[in-house]
């Protein structure tokens, strides 16, 4: 049975950096969870970051490859670097994948780990442009396909041809 890596959020645990959750209602969701299928993680609690926390983006939206690469750091509404958390988080959820020989996720978008599609552009202005996350980026530079919260049903469709 093929497991799948979840961010924890979207499992109902309360680690985002508001100490909320962005619980997931989807069904699908809901019967790989019954099946034993999803892995929860939240890479910048595992990182060593605290809930709740200072929110924090990538700056100029530079995005996860960037921050990998040494060329952008993550940085905290009050200035502080949190890349090196950022960049643990990532490693972890690289070694947790690992060791269930995970071959996809299901990742919180928007994150400055977990954005699949879009990311916060570093102004701390709510605005979005296209980009990865830190723990999306490596992730994927290892061959592990990362969707949304919003792309469930292709996510299914990915664990099927994995599963065929």
């Not at 060593?48 to 200072?54: F, K």
């Not at 950022?86 to 400055?112: H, N, R, T, Y």
């Amino acid at each position: 049975m093929e497991r799948i890596l979840v961010s924890a959020c979207l499992m109902g645990r309360r680690v985002r950096y508001d100490g909320g959750a962005k619980t997931s209602t989807d069904a699908l969701l809901a019967e790989w969870r019954e099946q034993g299928r999803l892995v929860p993680f939240c890479p910048e609690v595992e990182g060593g970051l605290p809930t709740p926390r200072t929110a924090a983006e990538i700056e100029g939206g530079a995005g996860g490859a960037a921050v990998l690469a040494g060329a952008a750091r993550v940085l905290a509404t009050d200035g502080q670097d949190v890349t090196g958390a950022f960049l643990a988080g990532a490693q972890a959820a690289l070694a947790v994948a690992g060791s269930f020989d995970i071959k996809m996720a299901i990742l919180k978008e928007g994150s400055p780990s977990c954005g699949a599609l879009a990311i916060y552009d570093g102004t701390f202005r709510g605005r979005r442009l296209p980009g990865q996350g830190v723990t999306t980026s490596l992730l994927e530079l290892h061959g592990i396909k990362v969707f949304t919260e919003d792309h469930i049903a292709e996510a299914g469709d990915y664990l099927r041809a994995l599963e065929t």
